[in-house]
Nanobody
Framework: VQLQAYGGGLVQAGGSLRLSCAAS????????LGWFRQAPGKEREFVSA????????YYSDSVKGRFTISRDNAKNTVYLQMNSLKPEDTAVYYC?????????????????WGQGTQVTVSS
């Protein structure tokens, strides 16, 4: 599975962006999908995940209520809608996939990673 994340950019605080992650090589069927981010000088942190089984979604406390993860199986794409962005959301955002149907908050459990897309939120 190859993943390509895109949609990042520069936005003012309070603004919105939608990140996309397109998969190629095979379909997302029975894969859990996740978004992680890494700010300069910080460790990679969990943002959101989507389980194939039951469609459960998971969010970190820092983005809950502002970000929404979704997937389009027909397009083999997962999205991260980010609203009410804050300067502390500035980071490189990565999408990831794992060959287990249930989502996870742990980066090490994901086998496939996209190249990352930069999100910068100005104050």
């Amino acid at each position: 599975v190859q993943l390509q994340a895109y949609g990042g950019g520069l936005v003012q605080a309070g603004g919105s962006l939608r990140l996309s992650c397109a998969a190629s090589g095979r379909t997302f069927s029975n894969y859990a999908l996740g978004w992680f981010r890494q700010a300069p000088g910080k460790e990679r942190e969990f943002v959101s995940a989507f389980s194939w089984t039951g469609g459960s979604t998971y969010y970190s406390d820092s983005v809950k209520g502002r970000f929404t993860i979704s997937r389009d199986n027909a397009k083999n794409t997962v999205y991260l809608q980010m609203n009410s962005l804050k300067p502390e959301d500035t980071a490189v955002y990565y999408c990831a996939a794992r060959r287990v149907a249930v989502g996870s908050r742990t980066a090490d459990t994901y086998e496939y990673w996209g190249q990352g897309t930069q999100v910068t939120v100005s104050s």
